[in-house]
């Protein structure tokens, strides 16, 4: 029994190892994704509000715009926008 154990503690920390090793390495070698670079989309999701199960909020970065959107099932709305650099209301 002993000896079990002792076999246990010795493999345990070595799969844990291999498994966190592997899921790193999965995480760098992913095909198409930039390793450290700066986003190049031209669209960027500042932030998202939930509005219960039908509806959103949205902040969205396009170019020099800001815009607030209105997502529901029916389509896509444009509530607000602003200029980059300009005052927001």
Known sequence: MLEYFGRLLLILPLVGGLAWGSLWLWKKLQIGLPMNAAPTRAVRVVDAVSLGSNGRLLVVEF?????????SRSGINILASTKQGAPHA
């Open 63 to 71: 170019g020099q715009n800001t815009l607030l959107l209105g997502a």
